[in-house]
């Protein structure tokens, strides 16, 4: 238990560092090492092969359908959402990569895409990390492998801190000499997690 309690929280420290600083840098977005979003030229893409009636599908296979339309631009990354806009006939599509943001812009009438690039720096990589996997859109949301593997692994992260609270209990109660300090910080933490959720 003392063995997989030390190799588990050794795997996980690196992912738990990361979303304790992501929350930093959600909170305090105006720090000493503000984002940097740099734009870059657009490019145009014609010739497109449209897949039929993909304006009126929604949810996951109006994703599918328009990443063959991202496909053929070779752009990459996570949909984040799809606004269509009827007036001009037009897709728009955001599209992340942690540190990097593309706009995919369709116009289905000339069957030509406008794609923009911007890059947005570590300390928003951080907060798209964070943020994703999350409960908003969650009927689209992780439509692109990397996203998949990242919330696999978040989910594995919540199970080993599950383990390694449990198992750090266990191996608490079987030192006699640390019960005493024990006791005192498990009442101090329910002191404070109590108190906190009755101050909010």
Not at 129 to 143: E, V
């Amino acid at each position: 238990t003392r063995d997989l309690h030390m190799y588990a929280g050794l795997f996980i420290s690196p992912f738990v560092v990361l979303f304790a600083f992501s929350v930093f840098v959600l909170v305090h977005p105006a720090g000493p090492a503000p984002s940097v979003s740099t734009a870059h030229p657009a490019r145009s893409l014609q010739n497109l092969e449209i897949p039929p009636d993909v304006e009126n599908l929604s949810g996951r296979a109006r994703v599918d359908a328009v990443r063959s339309l991202l496909d053929q631009a070779r752009v990459h990354g996570e949909i984040g959402f799809i606004r269509y806009v009827p007036k001009g006939h037009r897709l728009s599509i955001p599209v992340s990569v942690p540190g990097r943001e593309t706009t995919f812009d369709l116009d289905l009438s000339t069957r030509t895409a406008t794609i923009t690039d911007r890059e947005t720096g570590v300390w928003d990589a951080l907060i798209l990390l964070h943020k994703s996997p999350g409960p908003h859109l969650a009927d689209i949301r992780m439509n692109w492998i990397p996203m998949r593997i990242w919330r696999w692994l978040a989910d594995a992260t919540v199970y080993l801190l599950f383990f390694i609270s449990a198992s750090g209990i266990y191996l608490w109660t079987v030192l006699r000499s640390e019960r005493r300090v024990g006791v005192a910080m498990l009442v101090a933490g329910a002191v404070s997690f109590f108190g906190t959720v009755y101050a909010l």
